[in-house]
């Protein structure tokens, strides 16, 4: 059965280093999504993107944060400069459709991001 | 953003029992709804997708009232392997299509 991808599973990062969380979606899909889950609280969107393009993000997506995908196959987050509330589990999801009512979002694994 | 609320549980029930979890949204636009279940430092999983007619699976049943913008989600003969979280999740066309999380509504099933 396909499956969303992520790597590393668990990444421990100095405050102020930048990551690179990598995903790779399922090979039709067409929306690719990044949402965060703090531990203890609700799953957070932060990023949609489609056709090569953020199509929403949300308030907690700054400046600090970048998505790419840059060869058709993953699709990435970055993180500049890492601070200690960015300690998450991050998601990566795809779709191969979201204007059809009711499409699933597969996600991946996580990948949990400890900032120390 | 847009809310979603679910009861805030947790629910300890007997295996065998039946079980019913609320959610409301507040984005009138929401288009798609569903359940997913999430089991301890994992990813969600989709249970069900929510259409407006009501939609069962097996044990479980989900419901929609678009009008008073509530969703539910009944499991009957609870086993112990529900035992899990489970999450409202709503989607709009007005939010770019992201899906939008409640908190979660945590479920043991005891023997």
């Known amino acids: 059965e396909p499956e969303v991808t992520q790597t590393p599973s668990h990444q421990v990062t100095q405050m102020g280093q930048e990551v690179i969380l990598r995903c790779v979606p399922i090979?039709?899909?067409?929306?690719f999504y990044w949402y965060r889950q703090i531990l203890g609280q609700k799953v957070e969107f932060l990023v949609s993107f489609y056709n090569n393009e953020i199509s929403e993000k949300s308030e907690i997506f700054d400046d600090q944060f970048s998505v790419e995908r840059p060869d058709g196959s993953n699709f990435t987050l970055k993180i500049r400069s890492t601070k200690l509330e960015d300690s998450a589990m991050y998601f990566c999801?795809?779709?191969?459709?979201?204007?059809?009512?009711?499409?699933?979002?597969?996600f991946g694994q996580g990948t949990r991001l400890t900032v120390v | 953003r847009k809310e979603v609320e679910q009861d805030p549980g947790p629910f300890n029930v007997p295996e065998g029992a039946t079980v019913a979890f609320n959610c409301t949204y507040s984005n009138s636009a929401s288009q798609s709804f569903f359940w997913y279940r999430q089991d301890c430092r994992k990813e969600p999983k989709l249970l069900m997708s929510v259409y407006s007619s009501g939609n069962e699976d097996g044990r479980f049943t989900a419901q929609l009232n678009r009008a008073s913008q509530y969703i539910s989600l009944l499991i009957r003969d609870s086993k112990l392997s529900d035992s899990a979280t489970y999450l409202c999740?709503?989607?709009?066309?007005?939010?770019?299509?992201?899906?939008?999380f409640g908190k979660g509504t945590s479920l043991l099933v005891t023997p």
């Open positions: 090979s039709n899909h067409l929306y």
């Open positions: 999740v709503v989607s709009a066309s007005n939010s770019g299509y992201a899906l939008n």
């Open positions: 999801a795809s779709r191969w459709t979201a204007v059809v009512l009711n499409t699933e979002a597969f």
